[in-house]
Every structure is written in structure tokens, then in C-alpha cells.
């Protein structure tokens, strides 16, 4: 089985402060990993993803997730946030099994921009 | 266009009352799926289904029942719904096979069972 956890449910910075939100997963198996974005009110939307190769990944606004596998973590970063990240953010795995379509959540963490 | 769709956005009803959620989805996706999010933003698989196989949370009370008319469309049934039942359920459509890396969801319902 799957697991993902996302030790910090709340994440308040200051505007283009950077930030980390932290995911560690446990997995037997291999596995993809994505980080899901939720803004208020809406459903989620993929920010980013791991399948393979470098373990540094990046989204067109400015996130990056970085594959560590002798962690098991996929934290996510971003230099300098806006206003507009303010959102739920959900770390998520998959099994590499072709078939095993299922994603696997944390229990996502807040973060709150402050002006 | 709306990628993934779900009726109705809201949905308030008693306890006893059998409910019935819509999901549709113009992607051409052959698999889609039903999320539970409860009220501590916690998102959890409650049946994935494909034109071959339904794959139940076993968790999941009997009382929810996937129905999918066709591939575009999987709607969600609750009977005999309880206060329990509160929540937001999203619906999710991907491919399938070597590249069925990514979701994509619906814009939730929230359902209130008073």
C-alpha cells in the first residue's frame, strides 16, 4: 500500500517569501509523484509531476518539486510566492504499475500568502 | 469548454433520502473515478471504473453505487444517505495504460446532510 504524508497542514508567509511545503511518501513499490493544487472554491488542478528522469521537476508558474528517493520525499518550493498562491496543495502518489490508476492524497497543506 | 463537469454544485438533503450526483467529461478519457474530500480537506478513492473493470474502495458503505451510462459519464448514487455523508465529492477522469499519469477533477459538489 501508499501512504503520503504532509506533516504541516498550515503554512502562513509573507508575500515573495520563499516557501516548502514538505511530503513524504512510503510506498513498496515505485511510484509517480504529483503535487495538486486547489484554489478556493474549485477542484484540483496538477501543478506538477514525477515519472522519471531528473528528480528536479518545475511548473510553468514557478513551483519546483525535487525527487529524493533515499528520503522518500517530494517537497515542493517556490523562491518568491504571490497573492495568488494562496490554495490548498495536495501531495499525491501513484504506482508505476500500468492499471494502478488510483492516486493516493495527503492531507494537503494551506498555504496563506500575507500581503 | 469545461473538461469535467458535475451536477449540481450544492446539494442539501435529510438523512434517508436516496441523492444522485452527475459527472461528465468531454476529454475522451476511458476511466474515471469518484473522490470522497471530508471536512478535513482529506481526499480519498472511492471507486475508480473503465468499460472493463470497477474497482471498489472497500471502505466505501454499499449505500454508493457507481452508474456509468456510457464512457463519458460516471454519476455517483447514494441511498439511504446519512449525516456521515457530508462532504465534497469530486469526479476524475484519465487515459489509461503507459501514460494515464494525470487526473483531471471536476469542480466538486458539496453535499450537506442534515
Known amino acids: 500500500a501508499q501512504s503520503v504524508t504532509q506533516l504541516d497542514s498550515q503554512v502562513p508567509v509573507f508575500e515573495e517569501a520563499p516557501v516548502e511545503l514538505r511530503c513524504n511518501y512510503s510506498?513498496?513499490?515505485?511510484?509517480?509523484l504529483f503535487w495538486y493544487v486547489q484554489y478556493p472554491n474549485q477542484g484540483l488542478q496538477l501543478l506538477l509531476k514525477?515519472?522519471?528522469?531528473?528528480?528536479l521537476v518545475e511548473s510553468i508558474n514557478g513551483f519546483e518539486a525535487e525527487f529524493n528517493k533515499s528520503q522518500t520525499s517530494f517537497h515542493l518550493r517556490k523562491p518568491s510566492v504571490h497573492i495568488s498562491d494562496t490554495a490548498e496543495y495536495f501531495c499525491?502518489?501513484?504506482?508505476?504499475?500500468?492499471?494502478?490508476?488510483?492516486?493516493?492524497f495527503g492531507t494537503g497543506t494551506r498555504l496563506t500568502v500575507i500581503p | 469548454d469545461t473538461a469535467v463537469s458535475q451536477t449540481p454544485k450544492y446539494l442539501v438533503t435529510q438523512m434517508g433520502n436516496d441523492k444522485s450526483i452527475k459527472c461528465e467529461q468531454n476529454?475522451?478519457?476511458?476511466?474515471m473515478y469518484w473522490y470522497k474530500q471530508d471536512s478535513k480537506k482529506f481526499l480519498k478513492i472511492m471507486f475508480s471504473y473503465n468499460n472493463k473493470e470497477l474497482i471498489i474502495n472497500e471502505t466505501v458503505p454499499n449505500r454508493f453505487s457507481p452508474k456509468s451510462p456510457d464512457k463519458a459519464h460516471l454519476n455517483l448514487h447514494i441511498n439511504s444517505l446519512e449525516l456521515g455523508d457530508s462532504a465534497v465529492y469530486f469526479c476524475?477522469?484519465?487515459?489509461?495504460?503507459?501514460?494515464?499519469?494525470?487526473?483531471?477533477f471536476g469542480p466538486g459538489t458539496r453535499l450537506t446532510v442534515t
Open positions: 499525491a502518489v501513484r504506482r508505476v504499475q500500468v492499471g494502478a490508476n488510483n492516486l493516493f
Open positions: 476529454l475522451g478519457h476511458d476511466t
Open positions: 476524475a477522469s484519465s487515459s489509461t495504460g503507459k501514460k494515464a499519469y494525470e487526473q483531471y
Open positions: 510506498s513498496s513499490v515505485s511510484v509517480y
Open positions: 514525477y515519472l522519471s528522469g531528473s528528480t
